[in-house]
T-cell receptor, first 113, second 112 residues
């Protein structure tokens, strides 16, 4: 099956700093990847669609200047949380579609202190 | 807009009892998928249903896709503690089958 690797799995950062999260498809090419945010015991909230070679598509209410997405290659998408604040603390998870299914990274637990 | 609703949101059962979660879409779906997310983990694909009225089984799990392709269910027979987790249904967005619309999930707890 397809493997999606996400790094780091957890990160603690100070308020005001930026954090970059990487999502890689290891054994397939992903022209599209999706970034989600998940609060404890809640569902997946789609933040944006990452498109290789073009701008990301953001969902309504998601600040594109705060959550920067770059999809520079067919196997790598990055999400940068800029000027992070405690309310940005959450579980961020990426997925890539392959053969009609969604394959998820392991997720990144971000804590902003 | 297009919506996928899932109930119940939470359910706790005694080990050995059965469990069912239901998924309803506001639109007809080309397929429906089910995923399981263990506590602290990421969603993992379980199954995809494509045909109207389709029923598929995976050991103690039975998945159904409604005749109108707008609803689906996941039934677990004789739950075990290993079944603990959140079960999500998801279907493709109309006009973009790479993008999935997700149900809110059903969190299952199993008391040993």
């Amino acid at each position: 099956g397809a493997v999606v690797s996400q790094h780091p799995s957890w990160v603690i950062c100070k308020s005001g700093t930026s954090v970059k999260i990487e999502c890689r498809s290891l054994d397939f090419q992903a022209t599209t990847m999706f970034w989600y945010r998940q609060f404890p015991k809640q569902s997946l909230m789609l933040m944006a669609t990452s498109n290789e070679g073009s701008k990301a598509t953001y969902e309504q209410g998601v600040e594109k200047d705060k959550f920067l997405i770059n999809h520079a290659s067919l196997t790598l998408s990055t999400l940068t949380v800029t000027s992070a604040h405690p309310e940005d603390s959450s579980f961020y998870i990426c997925s890539a579609p392959w053969t009609g299914r969604a394959f998820f990274g392991q997720g990144t637990r971000l804590t902003v202190v | 807009g297009q919506q996928v609703m899932q109930i119940p949101q939470y359910q706790h059962v005694q080990e050995g009892e059965d469990f069912t979660t239901y998924c309803n879409s506001s639109t007809t779906l080309s397929n429906i998928q089910w995923y399981k997310q263990r506590p602290g983990g990421h969603p993992v694909f379980l199954i995809q249903l494509v045909k109207s009225g389709e029923v598929k089984k995976q050991k103690r799990l039975t998945f159904q896709f409604g005749e109108a392709k707008k609803n689906s269910s996941l039934h677990i027979t004789a739950t075990q503690t290993t079944d603990v987790g959140t079960y999500f249904c998801a279907g493709p967005y109309a006009g973009n089958n790479r993008k999935l619309i997700w149900g809110l999930g059903t969190s299952l707890g199993v008391n040993p």
